[in-house]
């Protein structure tokens, strides 16, 4: 793999707890009457020459970002100077110099409304809504209460379906795009002597998968669903709401003998071999493990998509949903020092503009804006990727604005292994969310 595709795995495995999942080496198309980056230069105002700015950045950060600032230095005249944080605790690292009353000039973030109250970014960031990007975004990331407080370059995550070829062929079934299909096609797989969907629940984000990412991706609209969860006009113990149903319906794909017998111990590297190797036909994980699977066969793209796919999958409209990773997510922070948050401004006004085409090229990362063209050198599994980007029925991930959520992969688990009924996971994450309402005032 390349140094960004080791990069990113490495942010993946370590942050996946967290779920700040990073989603690049995706190729991305955009709506037609696009203009290329290199067309789209800003036109704010240019800021002072010869100034030094500090980010505070990923270490994990990819040579395509590293690339990036140099990319700006070069052009704007200006420095970068990079405040490294450790990718495994960064979004803690970052509020726990915050709260010490530290302040970069520019900073790398992650863009999901949660985490950015986390900082009070409604009053502590610079107001970006006025800036160019804004009218060409194709999420929301970076928006909080109205305003655009960030920008998320990318990557994108999406949480999908992996599916294997042949065994669904040997199945005679058809890929799955609900929940409800995929406990139809069970028994026609089973069958066939496969696991229909493994489960890495010894790694537990793998359980966030299947029991809420996915499925929940019908209820998260415009991110009302979890906006209201963090407002409390909404419960996520309610036995009629989307989260009972969510981890009813893993809960039955398990009393029917769907899910491997291991998924307590198995991890989600045991999930990408067993579909890859075709033991199991089904892994519901985040799109930033496309790369794992091309890795199964190094060099050779075509002969991956001949086995392996990856779709969109719902509770019942198969549609997807997104999230924005720390890195390559960018804010400007109020330091009361105008020269600097001018160049700080600046720097986004190129990363955006002039420079985002060559980011995403050597990134290959699906564009967040939509006046950069996808790479063109991508597999079959990021073309699907692209469209589910793309498709505006997409999502935000159901978690963004949701207090308490860290408990939730144990909770699901719980239910996946046989300990918790639905009910008993979602009550006892109620009680989690109501302690983090209550903190957060």
């Given amino acids: ?8 795995v490495a942010v993946v495995a370590t942050a996946a707890g967290a779920l700040f999942l990073a989603a690049c080496s995706s190729g991305s198309g955009t709506t037609g009457g696009q203009t290329s980056a290199a067309g789209a230069a800003s036109s704010e105002a240019p800021a002072a020459t010869s100034v030094t700015i500090t980010l505070w950045h990923n270490s994990a950060d990819t040579d395509a970002l590293l690339n990036l600032y140099k990319a700006y230095e070069a052009y704007s005249g200006n420095t970068i100077e990079l405040l490294d944080f450790p990718a495994d605790t960064y979004t803690t690292a970052v509020q726990t ?48 209460d109205g305003k655009v407080l960030g920008v998320a370059l990318g990557p994108i995550s999406s949480y999908g379906l992996y599916y294997n070829k042949d065994v669904l062929k ?22 066939t002597g496969a696991v229909e969907v493994f489960v890495g629940g010894g790694s537990e984000f793998p359980a966030n998968m299947i029991a809420g990412f996915a499925y929940m991706a019908d209820f998260n609209a415009d991110d009302a669903w979890g906006q209201a969860v963090a407002a409390g006009t909404v419960t ?79 509770a019942e409209k198969g549609i997807g949903s997104y999230s924005a990773s720390p890195g390559g997510s960018y804010f400007v ?19 955006t503009g002039t420079g985002y085409q060559a980011y995403v090229d050597e990134a290959k990362c699906a564009p967040t804006l939509d006046t950069a063209n996808p790479p063109t050198d991508m597999g079959e599994m990021y073309v699907s990727l692209d469209q589910i980007l793309q498709d505006p029925t997409t999502t935000p991930a ?27 996971a979602a009550t006892k994450w109620q009680v989690f969310v109501d302690q983090a309402r209550e903190a957060q005032g």
């Fill in 170 to 191: 040997a199945a005679g079934v058809a890929v799955p795009t609900n929940y409800t299909e995929l406990q139809e096609e069970c028994a026609a797989i089973t069958a």
């Fill in 398 to 424: 159901f978690n963004q604005s949701v207090p308490g959520f860290g408990n939730f992969g144990q909770l699901s688990l719980s239910v996946l292994v046989g300990q918790s009924t639905p009910q008993e």
């Fill in 236 to 314: 996520v113990d309610d036995p009629d709401g989307p989260i009972v149903a969510g981890l009813t319906a893993v809960d039955n794909l398990r009393q029917a003998g769907c899910l491997n017998s291991d998924v307590a111990t198995a991890t989600y590297q045991d999930s990408i071999k067993a579909v890859y190797d075709g033991t199991a036909a089904f892994a519901i994980l985040p799109s930033d493990f496309i790369d794992l699977f091309y890795a199964e066969d190094p060099g050779n793209t075509a002969a991956v998509d001949a086995k392996v796919g990856y779709g969109a999958i719902s």
């Fill in 1 to 8: 793999m390349s140094s960004n595709s080791l990069r990113r």
């Fill in 333 to 351: 922070p109020t330091t009361g020092d105008a020269a600097k948050e001018a160049v700080a401004k600046d720097f986004i006004a190129f990363a």
């Fill in 97 to 144: 110099k915050w709260a010490a009353g530290d302040r970069p000039d520019l900073l790398e973030y992650s863009p999901a409304p949660q985490d950015m109250r986390q900082l009070n970014m409604g009053q502590n960031m610079v107001d970006l809504s006025d800036m160019d990007f804004t009218s060409h975004l194709i999420n929301t990331s970076g928006a909080l």
